[in-house]
Nanobody, 116 residues
């Protein structure tokens, strides 16, 4: 049974930092492209960052470029999202997703709230 479990969310002041983690089990983690998405209330789910299966390639949505960093540790079967210089508009439920061809698995999400 595949499981993706996110952690690390919370309440942070504008300008602060958080590091999200997504721990995977039940799949050959090193074969999967990993992605972080977010969904704010009343908005569609948005792709935030992508990392290739080896970690050699990353992509970001323009709004987080230069502030967020996606990384992975295949030995620990974990993907991370380091979020710096957080803004109120980054407030959302953050999900990780594992993709391999037609296979796709989602975590349950972790809430990030940026507020003073």
């Amino acid at each position: 049974q595949v499981q993706l479990v996110e952690s690390g969310g919370g309440l942070v002041q504008p300008g602060g930092s958080l590091r999200l983690s997504c721990a995977a089990s039940g799949l050959t983690f090193s074969g999967y492209v990993m992605k972080w998405y977010r969904q704010a209330p009343g908005k569609e789910r948005e792709l935030v960052a992508t990392i290739s299966n080896t970690g050699g390639s990353t992509k970001y949505v323009d709004s987080v470029q230069g502030r967020f960093t996606i990384s992975r540790d295949n030995a620990k079967k974990t993907v991370y999202l380091q979020m710096n210089s957080l803004k109120p508009e980054d407030t959302a439920l953050y999900f990780c997703k594992a993709e391999l061809y037609q296979l796709a698995y989602w975590g349950q999400g972790t809430q990030v709230t940026v507020s003073s």
